[in-house]
């Protein structure tokens, strides 16, 4: 890994001179290419790579934030001038200031987390033929009847984080990915679907061929979608969107919603969010994960940590800002990027699976639905009412029958969550490792 201890040492020591009482800095160098191909031709090749600086300064109890692209002395001066001159004006807040030094992380790299491929990286050549391979393995489904594209890609991303409390420390990621959409019939008809997966290793990437298949039988069969019947039905959650459902949770947990009083879960501590023989546990450190860190924005170590424990709220999800307002200790879940400051975040996540194959829930489930994707939304985050647009399968009789479309379902999250129901078929090589879910009883709006 480049070494940019150096460089954010440049820019703290520039924020010092400036006039910050305190600062940190967040260094990005980060390189992607990805590769499109359609009707077996290279569609369009995209590079990318720089390296960003994010600088935070804090003068007494005020705070600024701004980044730039460049490494020059001059640009760096400038930039650290400018960001003490705005923080001089901005409002005070009595939550903001680094951690202390028994705060921070002893971690300072990520080296046992196999985070960055050790492997050379693709070349364009590699990826055009992975994204080939998988258009042409959509296509030779029967009923495909063109794809919309298939795209390889790859990223590598090294991040320095310093700070003026003595935090030092960085590490590098690593990504690549291969996906594909394939569509079925022809004008009003069309229906589309995909297939994608990506690793840390590209070794680990399944078979291209495979990927871009099971797109073309994914479009394959929602063809002749109907709209199904209003009412009030079971729900079941397909394993590729049920972490949707998890995430609302999660912002509802956020430290700053609590503390500005817009989360359906402000007053929840302690009480019973989810069904009581699950629990939603956070594991930062898994290896060859996207999601896993050795530390977090504000140099603070991340842990294991049980969120959810059958059933019950544990803990909000909190910065040092957020923490300090609330009164609690922080829990090691802050997240920035070079243009903002910290919030709260979480990183890998694991929901309890049931004992159930996602089969055996359809098969008792009488007469309902099976979602595999879901369009738009409108979530109320200061009541839990939920509302989405989806398509997915209609069941009849325990049975897997048509595709449906153009249809919303509706509900309260906090008054369903509770009533989950988890199949056993979470991949395990996601950062967040979440089941199909079945919930009883949502309004169904179609014809």
């Known amino acids: 890994m480049t070494n940019f ?46 390296v960003d600086i994010g600088l935070r300064v804090l003068v007494g109890q005020r705070q600024a934030t701004l980044s730039i692209s460049e490494r020059s002395v001059e640009a760096i001066s400038s930039m650290a001038e400018r960001a003490v001159a705005m923080a001089s004006e901005a409002p005070e807040d009595a939550s ?23 492997a050379d990286a693709l070349t364009p050549a590699e990826l055009e033929e992975l994204a080939q391979q998988a258009e042409a393995a959509a296509l030779s489904v029967p009923g495909v009847a063109q794809s919309q594209a298939a795209t390889a890609g790859l990223s590598r991303t090294e991040i320095w984080l310093a700070a003026t409390n003595g935090f030092s420390g960085g590490y590098s990621r690593t990504g690549t990915s291969v996906s594909c959409v394939a569509i079925s019939g022809e004008g009003l008809s069309m229906e589309r679907d995909y297939a994608a997966e990506g690793r840390v290793f590209a070794a680990d990437l399944p078979n291209a061929e495979e990927i871009g298949r099971l797109a073309g039988e994914r479009a394959v069969a929602r063809h002749g979608a109907t709209r199904p019947k209003t009412g ?26 609590i503390v500005r009083g817009s989360s359906w879960l402000k007053d929840a501590m302690g009480g019973q969010v989810l069904p009581q023989n699950i629990s939603l546990v956070e594991e930062p450190h898994r290896a060859r994960i996207a999601g896993s860190r050795p530390f977090d924005a504000e140099g603070l170590p991340t842990a294991e940590r049980v969120w959810v424990q059958d059933g019950i709220l544990q803990d909000w999800v909190m910065d040092l800002s957020s923490a300090r307002k609330l009164g609690r200790a922080p829990t090691g879940n802050a997240a920035r990027g070079v243009s903002g400051p910290p919030r709260p975040s979480l990183s890998n996540l694991r929901l309890s699976e049931g004992e159930k194959t996602k089969a055996e829930l359809i098969s008792e489930m009488g007469t309902g639905l099976l979602v595999t994707s879901m369009i738009g939304a409108t979530i109320n985050p200061n009541t839990g009412d939920y509302s989405r647009g989806i398509s997915g399968f209609w069941i009849e009789n325990g049975e897997v029958g048509g595709p449906v479309n153009e249809a919303t379902i509706a509900g309260n999250l906090r008054d369903f969550l509770p009533r989950l129901i988890p199949a056993n078929d979470a991949r395990g090589h996601l950062s967040r490792v979440v089941p199909s879910l079945l919930v009883e009883g949502l309004t169904l709006a179609g014809v």
């Open 232 to 257: 009030a039905y079971p729900v079941l959650f397909d394993e590729r969107i049920s972490s949707s459902l998890i995430s609302h949770l999660i912002s509802a947990i956020d430290g700053s919603s």
């Open 96 to 118: 903001l200031g680094l951690a202390t030094e028994d705060q921070l992380s002893a971690l300072r790299d990520a080296q046992n987390l196999e985070l960055s491929d050790t």
């Open 5 to 50: 201890s150096d460089l954010a040492n440049q820019v703290l020591n520039a924020a010092k001179q400036a006039g910050a009482d305190d600062a940190d800095v967040l260094v990005v160098d980060g390189t992607t290419l990805s590769i499109d191909v359609r009707n077996g031709a290279l569609e369009h090749a995209d590079r990318s790579e720089g």
